[in-house]
């Protein structure tokens, strides 16, 4: 029977998976993480509902692990393809986990014997982890991974493990797989904040990107969901969002718009004053673009909660010896006003994912000026590429909400099935 690959365990690459599967037709769900999940397992809740987002990630992921037509590949990339739709033969590179899939049941014993701590990239570099880690504590699947680089083997991990399931080597192993047809739902990587120097990111602790900021309002992340400031550890009283960092910009040739940071920042204004009524939150931006199903209502609602929405673009935050000073022209009044904020989140655009110019090569599809994967044809066949039997959804198409992304994830599927079905 045939079967289907698709690439990317994000939302959009997992709700494909599932329906796919929900068909009868086996899929491979190639993730390069140690985990499923893509960038919504790191936000806190979701607009425009304010649903905590992991309530409705983590059901998909348990549901997608434990179907019987989906397998998932971890810590794997796609190395080549050949052949054509209804019989490609895709070659990945499965790195090592350095744990034993079959025999970790993921009680994390190992974890709590580790000395080691580093940064948590999952927690946007805010929170660390130890050398033998889960990179949160919702990961499907649920199995440990020992960071060989900063590993010290002091052998605690394996000497507590009661299943011998840590690994002092591992190679890297071949897979390969013959499938139908191929979801590409490799997602984006948010722009690179330190690339703005005038804003002195990574210099002065508190200012940080908005998915920073998503794992500091978190409650499963590093401060339990207490906004902190990173300087001090107290309660920042002004907390300014800055937006179009990164789009609309054509100096930094990123002229398109990233289409969720204003809705994110209205999300997490909302949420800072759902928790504290008195903090002062002020939004710089140059337009406010909430177009989808109730987020007109959404911007409303901030508004009536105090939330200043200043038209206005910094150039620049300037440090002073008791903190920061932003000047930013009212763009509504025409006077130059000075913003004293206790912390600042840089409302990063969206830009596609690491590797994605690679893919593009060895899958032969195009992509557009910015580097997204490109539509055979943009409004009618808006998840098919030049290249029959491979289609492309979500966020490494173009920037996408996760309502935008799991529909393309649908549409991709059905498509990518179609394929299955003529090749069976
Ligand atoms: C700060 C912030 C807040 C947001 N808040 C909201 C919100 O409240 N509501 C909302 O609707 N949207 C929100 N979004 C947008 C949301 O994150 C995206 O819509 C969603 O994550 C897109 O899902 P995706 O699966 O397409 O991409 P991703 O989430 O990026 O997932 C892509 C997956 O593919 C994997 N991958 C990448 N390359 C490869 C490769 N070569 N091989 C194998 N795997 C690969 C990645 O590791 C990842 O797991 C927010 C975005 C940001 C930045």
């Given at each position: 029977m045939a079967e289907v690959a698709v690439i990317g365990g994000g939302v959009t690459g997992i709700q494909a998976a599932l329906d796919i599967a929900n068909h009868g037709i086996r899929v491979h769900l190639i993730e390069r993480e140690a985990s499923i999940g893509g960038h919504m397992a790191q936000l806190d809740k979701t607009f425009p509902t304010n649903d905590c987002s992991m309530c409705i990630l983590s059901p998909k992921m348990v549901d997608v692990a434990r179907h019987p037509n989906v397998v998932i590949h971890t810590l794997t990339e796609v190395k080549s393809i050949t052949g054509d739709v209804g019989r490609f033969t895709i070659s990945a590179i499965r790195h090592p986990r350095y744990v034993d899939e079959d025999a970790c049941n993921g009680c994390g014993d190992c974890i709590e014997v580790c000395p080691v701590e580093v940064y948590n990239i999952f927690d946007a570099g805010m929170g660390v982890r130890k050398a033998i880690y889960k990179p949160h504590?919702?990961?499907?699947?649920?199995?440990?991974i020992r960071d060989a680089v900063h590993c010290i083997d002091c052998g605690l991990c394996f000497d507590i493990c009661g299943k011998n399931a840590v690994l002092r080597e591992e190679e890297e192993q071949e897979v390969i797989l013959e499938v139908a047809s191929v979801v590409i739902a490799t997602g984006f990587r948010t722009f690179d904040a330190e690339k703005k120097k005038e804003f002195g990111y990574l210099h002065h602790p508190d200012v940080i990107t908005s998915?920073?900021?998503?794992?500091?309002?978190?409650?499963?992340?590093?401060?339990?969901?207490?906004?902190?400031?990173?300087?001090?550890?107290?309660?920042?009283?002004?907390?300014?969002?800055?937006?179009?960092?990164?789009?609309?910009?054509?100096?930094?040739?990123?002229?398109?718009?990233?289409?969720?940071?204003?809705?994110?920042?209205?999300k997490n204004a909302i949420l800072i004053k759902e928790k504290n009524q008195d903090t002062k939150v002020?939004?710089?931006?140059?337009?406010?673009?909430?177009?989808?199903?109730?987020?007109?209502?959404?911007?409303?609602?901030?508004?009536?909660?105090?939330?200043?929405?200043?038209?206005?673009?910094?150039?620049?935050?300037?440090?002073?010896a008791d903190g920061m000073k932003i000047p930013v022209e009212n763009t509504e009044t025409s006077e130059l006003e000075i913003l004293e904020p206790g912390l600042v989140v840089l409302s990063v655009g969206l830009e596609p994912a690491d590797g994605a110019e690679k893919i593009a090569e060895m899958f032969g599809i195009e992509r557009d000026d910015y580097g997204f994967f490109e539509q055979e044809e943009v409004k009618c066949a808006p998840v098919k590429t030049i290249r029959p039997g491979v289609y492309i959804a979500g966020a490494a198409v173009s920037p996408k909400d996760i309502?935008?992304?799991?529909?393309?994830?649908?549409a991709a599927a059905m498509r990518a099935f179609l394929d299955a079905l003529a090749a069976k």
């Open positions: 504590a919702q990961i499907v699947p649920n199995i440990t998915l920073e900021f998503e794992r500091l309002i978190n409650a499963s992340g590093p401060t339990g969901g207490k906004i902190k400031r990173l300087s001090d550890g107290t309660t920042p009283d002004h907390i300014v969002f800055i937006q179009c960092f990164g789009s609309r910009d054509i100096s930094l040739k990123r002229p398109y718009c990233s289409g969720v940071c204003c809705m994110y920042a209205i002020t939004i710089c931006y140059m337009d406010i673009r909430a177009y989808g199903k109730g987020y007109e209502e959404y911007y409303i609602r901030a508004q009536e909660l105090g939330i200043r929405f200043l038209r206005g673009r910094p150039g620049e935050i300037i440090r002073t309502p935008d992304s799991v529909t393309q994830g649908e």
